[in-house]
């Protein structure tokens, strides 16, 4: 079973509510094919095409395995990847077409025979159907997401333990974002990563960047986001946050102290309330 629906920016988010529905038509197929381009520009700007495949398995759980071909006439590398269950499967680097597998080796082998040549050969496709799509529908005006930010660490804090901050940007359209790291409202350049930006089901994207840091007592980290969408940088703010040691013991013996206390009053009142039988 294949569809091919043509959408416009305004309809993108079609196609993703049209998986659910279309799955659950399907059960008793082995894969459904739903091939997604979509139209979401401003003076030739992007275009991006997504081909989703539901597979269903022999106990009937639903997977989308999702292959990215990406382009636009800026200055913004085109990307291709795939993906399944969300989870990035590989990528072709189109600068140096080199295919990058990303999932982890316990994950099983993968392979991805042929994939930097299906990007290269895709790419001038994409191209000229984005100029085609541009002329049909008159240069229709950009649609444009900002995104939402949050600013995590990797690992549980402890003080002068290396750890790393991960600041996620999301749900942001057109891509990509940049993203400022400052450390005691100083510009930090170092040990700093970007990631490449990936697509979400519903036609935008998200984007990680990385700060690797010592956390000490009394530091400040800030994230910063800057996008065509926002009217202003979006900044959020991190401090490491512990429990010290004797703070936790206190707490420890405040508990014990407590459940002890709670416990005498419970055999207090089971005694007396015998001896009052007992008169």
């Known amino acids: 079973m294949r569809q091919a629906i043509v959408l416009s920016h ?5 196609c993703a509510e049209k998986l659910p529905r279309i799955l659950k038509k399907t059960r ?9 381009p979509t139209l979401r520009m ?11 495949i539901v597979y269903i398995t022999a106990k009937a759980e639903a997977h989308i395995d999702i292959k990215v071909i990406a382009c636009q006439t800026g200055d913004i590398s085109p990307e291709f990847e795939q993906q399944i269950d969300g989870n990035e499967i ?7 077409k080199e295919t990058i597998i990303t999932v982890p080796e316990f994950a099983g082998k993968w392979t991805a025979s042929g994939a930097a040549q299906e990007a290269q050969a895709n790419y001038p496709i994409c191209v000229n159907n984005l100029n085609v799509a541009v002329q049909a529908e008159k240069n229709p005006p950009e649609e444009i997401d900002p995104p939402q930010s949050t600013i995590f660490p990797r690992n549980k804090v402890v003080l002068g333990k290396r750890n790393t901050l991960i600041c996620l940007a999301n749900n942001f359209y057109p891509a990509p974002v940049k993203v400022k790291w400052t450390k005691n ?3 930090v350049n170092d040990e700093v990563t970007l990631s490449r930006y990936y697509p979400n089901y519903d036609f935008t994207f998200h984007q990680m960047s990385t700060l690797s840091i010592i956390p000490e007592e009394g530091d400040i980290y800030s994230c910063t986001v800057e996008h065509k969408g926002l009217p202003k940088p979006l900044t959020r703010i991190w401090e490491p946050e512990v429990h010290m040691e004797s703070d936790t013991a206190e707490t420890a013996f405040c508990g014990i102290g407590l459940t002890l206390g709670l416990l ?16």
């Open 185 to 187: 409202n100083v510009v």
């Open 10 to 14: 305004r309809y993108a988010n079609v």
């Open 90 to 96: 590989f990528y072709v680097d189109m600068e140096t």
């Open 264 to 279: 005498g009053v419970g055999v207090g009142t089971f005694f007396l309330i015998k001896g009052n039988n007992c008169n």
């Open 42 to 52: 401003k003076y030739s700007v992007f275009t991006a095409v997504l081909v989703a």
């Open 28 to 36: 008793d197929r082995s894969s459904v094919n739903l091939t997604c």
